[in-house]
């Protein structure tokens, strides 16, 4: 018998190192064990890989910057709330990564965004580091122009860290082309000058075409490539999509496009469940609700005359495909259990690691194709970085040009989960191929540039 390799252990005491550097930061123990359980192997076979303790510095970021924000609300009074900027890794390019301004945002739940950040952007093939920002604001009930204030204030302490070959923060949860322009003028008229220093722009003052759909549709196209791996496609298959945001909308319309049903969306006051399917007309309008009106989901059910259920989610709904799309850890193990019991056929995140470790192993268990988020939904920083370019090169490419790229990205983001995930009966391994995929550029670009 071959002895055991001893990179189980390895990793639980690096496990132990890092908590201990990192007291209550579980968000980030999570998205680091989840990482290195891939790639304690592969350095363990591969250990050039191991050298200049680049496990170490990988799972440190390069800087994080803490702030306060005073604002102004409309009745006078005044506000403080904390803003951060987590940079977490240039190797590979400028730190690149969205805001969040939600109230739950903390330290431990942005270096888990900015870590994910990190490989996430390599697998794009694109010149993008790792980086993620926000704030503990919570933009609900806020009106226009506190919303503007707010932008206003946390930019001030923003801008000296960032710029276009630094840093350039693009859109998150609360965080959409309303607030990334309020950011975006302040940004401007605390420099004097005009450049890409945010992505996600409004089109008018060079905001890239497809950016708004980039998410939602490159899970589509993700979902697409696993389907077409083994022989089958998504139209025609019933699916259930959790939040109603910038990404899930994105994700409803590019599966209407492809033919496929849509029988739930969802918001944090609950689900509402259409056994008829999303039609275009009732897109238009979720679509209304909440990129115009903001209003609640439950009002989708009462104009249509379908369910909804008050603080629920929609695992429950018999589907052959889920697309988490609202926030993480949003799908538990007893959630997969229930999915898996309802015949689901592949699970793709659109949120950033919205599957916790019990459901991705129940997944893995019951050969359920799983992808995560760090690969198919890289489409919208993959769009992030086609505005990049396009404002470097002071031009505009057109819808089909950048949609033509996007599908390619998330082609070769499929390839390269492949080439390191195949597993020996011919199944893939999306987690494992996503890491290592991700990991190999990072980690050669450190290796190559010396102890920084
Ligand atoms: P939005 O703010 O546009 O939408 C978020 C959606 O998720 C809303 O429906 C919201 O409901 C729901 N939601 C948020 N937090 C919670 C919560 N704690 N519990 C239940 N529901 C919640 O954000 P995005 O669509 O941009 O982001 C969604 C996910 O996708 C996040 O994980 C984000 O990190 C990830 N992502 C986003 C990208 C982008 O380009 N925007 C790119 C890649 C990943 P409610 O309105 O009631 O709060
Ligand atoms: O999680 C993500 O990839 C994003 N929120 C998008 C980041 C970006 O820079 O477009």
Known sequence: MPKKPSHHGDLEKFMRGLKRRNPGQPEFYQAVHELMHDIFPFTHDHPSYAADAILERLTEPDRIIIFRVTWED???????NRGWRVQFNNSIGPYKGGLRFHPSVNQSILK???FEQTFKNSLTGLPMGGAKGGSNFDPKGKSDREIMRF??????QLAHYIGEDTDVPAGDIGVGSR?????FGQWKRLENRFAGVMTGKNLAFGGSLVRKEATGYGAVYFAEEMFTQIGGDIEGKTCVVSGSGNVALYCIEKLLHNQAKVVAASDSSGTVHDPDGITWEKFEFLQDLKENRRGRIREYAEKF??????????WSIPCD??????TQNELNGADAAQLVKNGVKAVVEGANMPCDPDAIAHFQENKILYAPGKASNAGGVSVSGLEQSQNSLRLSWSREEVDTRLRGIMHDIHKKCIAHGVEPDG????VRGANIGGFIRVADAMLAQGLV
Not at 179 to 183: A, G, L, P, V
Not at 321 to 326: E, L, N, S, T
């Open 74 to 80: 409309d009745q006078g009074k005044a506000h403080a």
């Open 112 to 114: 888990f965004l900015g």
């Open 151 to 156: 932008c206003q204030a946390f930019m001030s």
């Open 179 to 183: 607030e990334i322009s309020y950011m």
């Open 305 to 314: 005359g379908c369910q909804f259920v008050a603080d629920a989610n929609p």
């Open 321 to 326: 495909i889920a697309f988490p799309c609202a």
């Open 427 to 430: 199944s893939v391994n999306y």
